[in-house]
Structures are given as structure tokens and as C-alpha cells.
């Protein structure tokens, strides 16, 4: 096996039949972005992330240093949270739990890898500084219409957002776990509103507790249904949390989010919010996929 071969993991499950699968390829100097796209399309995963030594020209102070692109089978996209975790996990089983930061397209993404108790890595990113804006009524109709929702699927408590905490995805609360489970939309409709719109997953939320919830994320930019485990748009719920008041903003919060329990691919996304830190950290464990 070369640096230039293409790795499989899965992020945010210790089992590789869980979680969300995404390619690495660990040094990607000598590709261009179409030779990118087109490896990412033939390997078929929701993301592959592109790992070059790292700009300047060495680690930073935040640790070893990457640079880093991800591409969908369709198109290059800013960043992607499983994709990072899978990354780190496979740079930590070659060179060791520690420090990382990837460089990516919308700033540096600093990454942690540490070995749990029962030796498994699990990796943790921290977002970029993230945000919080309105949508407008007509495009939460458009969206509505293309999922075959009503509003009055809608949870009032979880009011509609686009949140961002290096990509952006639009936020919506259903009312009910049945709701949520219940997923068959318009995939050209929809993917026409993300685009028109830079969204790069809706994040489709039911809470089942104070800090517990269901989530799915279809990903029809990306050039698939849904998205097993979205790590990007756990981040920018965070932020949504501390926006809307889910979380006190005082002080510090853990969220835990189940996502690919309907597509029979379990994972588990654990969000932290710090008391004074604007950004996000989310955290999971993640494996190697067997090849045949």
C-alpha cells in the first residue's frame, strides 16, 4: 500500500458496518481536482477527503499539520466533519494518537485523536467559528414541499434555521420520531433549493430528550439520498442549540446526536459546547473497513 491509495473508514461508529463511510487518501499532492472528483465518484461514499503535507511547510503550533479538500461523487464541497474523523483516525494509526490541524477551504479545523479506555481512537474536531441566520418563508415552503412535509409537522420548539459551522445546512425540527423516520423526498426539487441556496445537507432533528436527538440528513448536492453521519451539520447544530436557546450559553453543554439508525448504519455524534468559546466540538470514534 502507497500514501496515494485510497482508504476506506467509517466515522463515528467503532463498527465498520456503522456510521458514515468516507474515503482518505493520506497524500493527494500528486492530484488535481478532477482526478479527485473522479476517484470520489468511483468510490462511490458520500465524501473522500484529500490529505497534502501542510502549506507552510510544516506542523503548526496546534500540531501536524494537513491540508485538506473533500470532494462528494458530484462536486467539491468546504468541509466535511466525518470525512476529518476518518482522516485523523487513519493518520493516528500510522503516526499516533495526538494533535492534528487541517487546513481546509474555510479555515483551520484542529483535530485531537486520543485512545478511549477500551483502546479504540476516537477523534474530535473543532469547528470554525460558526453562525446562525433566518430563512427566508418562501424557501422554508420550497423545502417543505420538495420533503412532502406540512408545517404542522414541524416541531414549534425547533423553529426552521440555516446554520453554519464550516458548511452550511438548513435546520428543521420534526414533531414527531415517526416524522423523521418517514423519508421519501423530491431529490431534483430539493437538490435545486440546496443549491440555489449553498446548503450541503438539510439536518432533519426530532428531540427525544434535553440533550438527546434523532437526526438525518438527506444529501442530494452530494449526489446520494441520505448521509449516515453528518459531522459538519452536528456542528452547525450545536450552534443552533446555543442560538436558540436549547442549551444555556453560560455554561458548558454536551449534546448527543443518533443519526443512521433508518439506513441500518448506527452512529453516534457527540456535540460540546464550551461556556466563552464560540466554536463547536464534535467527537466520535471511527475503524478501518475491511476490503475484500
Given amino acids: 500500500m502507497t500514501f496515494t491509495d485510497v482508504l476506506r473508514y ?6 465498520p458496518e456503522g456510521g458514515n463511510p468516507a474515503g482518505v ?6 492530484l488535481d481536482a478532477a482526478a479527485m472528483l473522479r476517484i470520489a465518484a468511483d468510490l462511490g461514499y458520500s465524501e473522500t477527503a484529500f490529505l497534502t503535507p501542510r502549506p507552510d511547510g510544516g506542523d503548526g503550533p496546534g500540531g501536524r499539520g494537513f491540508g485538506v479538500r473533500y470532494f462528494s461523487p458530484k462536486a467539491e464541497v468546504p468541509f466535511c ?5 476518518a482522516a485523523a483516525i487513519a493518520v493516528a494509526e500510522r503516526t499516533g494518537p495526538g494533535d492534528l490541524v487541517f487546513v481546509t477551504s474555510v479555515g483551520e479545523v484542529p483535530v485531537t485523536v486520543a485512545r478511549t479506555a477500551d483502546g479504540r481512537l476516537r ?3 473543532t469547528s470554525v467559528p ?3 441566520e433566518d430563512i427566508d418563508p418562501a424557501d422554508l415552503a420550497e423545502a417543505l414541499a420538495a420533503l412532502d412535509w406540512a408545517a404542522a409537522d414541524l416541531d414549534p420548539a425547533l423553529p426552521p434555521r440555516i446554520a453554519f459551522a464550516g458548511a452550511r445546512h438548513l435546520v428543521l425540527g420534526a414533531g414527531t420520531r415517526a416524522r423523521l423516520a418517514d423519508l421519501a423526498y423530491d431529490f431534483g426539487r430539493l437538490e435545486a433549493l ?3 441556496l449553498d446548503l450541503t445537507t438539510l439536518q432533519l432533528v426530532h428531540r427525544v ?9 438527506p444529501f442530494p448536492v452530494g449526489g446520494v439520498v441520505e448521509d449516515p453521519a453528518t459531522g459538519a451539520a452536528a456542528a452547525a447544530f450545536g450552534a443552533y442549540a446555543r442560538e436558540l436557546g436549547l442549551v444555556d450559553a453560560d455554561a458548558d453543554s454536551v449534546l448527543t446526536l443518533r443519526q443512521g439508525v433508518d439506513m441500518g448504519r448506527p452512529g453516534v455524534l457527540t456535540v460540546e459546547l464550551r461556556a466563552g468559546d464560540p466554536r463547536i466540538r464534535v467527537s466520535g470514534e471511527g475503524t478501518a473497513i475491511p476490503t475484500t
Avoid: E, N, Q, Y
Wanted: glycine share 6%; hydrophobic share 45%.
Fill in 130 to 132: 460558526p453562525k446562525v
Fill in 123 to 125: 477523534a474530535t474536531l
Fill in 194 to 196: 440546496m443549491l440555489r
Fill in 81 to 85: 466533519g466525518h470525512a476529518t474523523v
Fill in 10 to 15: 467509517t466515522a463515528f461508529s467503532s463498527d
Fill in 25 to 30: 487518501v493520506l497524500d493527494a499532492t500528486a
Fill in 209 to 217: 430528550g434535553a440533550t438527546d436527538f434523532d437526526v438525518r440528513d
